[in-house]
């Protein structure tokens, strides 16, 4: 946000925060949300890559599209195992794995 921005919002009684200061979340929570959705990203970066559509995707590891669709859009619904295992499914290295999650995730 832009200082000036900020600034008027102050004046005017807004306080300016980030997402997990509003909603009061510890350091922990924070890294497991960014672990989530980098991997998230990857996923759909991943299944683009290989011109697999979501249907495609969902036949290789045994789900279905809308569930696809919620992996990618970082669904709260989604479990760290799926994503994985869909990644895995996708050509994914275990050592891709952890670079995806290292360079996106704060230290808890």
Known sequence: ??????KKLEARGWKVGSAAE????????????????ALSSS??????KKNM??????KAVKS????IAKMEAGDPS???D?????LL???????????TISATVRTA
């Open 64 to 67: 279905s599209q809308s569930r």
């Open 1 to 6: 946000m832009q200082t000036a921005k900020r």
């Open 82 to 86: 799926l994503l994985m295992k869909s």
């Open 53 to 58: 559509s979501q249907v495609d995707l969902a």
């Open 89 to 99: 499914a996708l050509g994914a290295s275990p050592k891709e794995l952890a670079r």
């Open 22 to 37: 509003f909603l009061d979340l510890s350091p922990v929570e924070v890294a497991y949300i960014d672990m989530k959705l």
């Open 78 to 80: 989604v479990s760290i």
């Open 43 to 48: 996923l759909k970066k991943q299944r683009l």
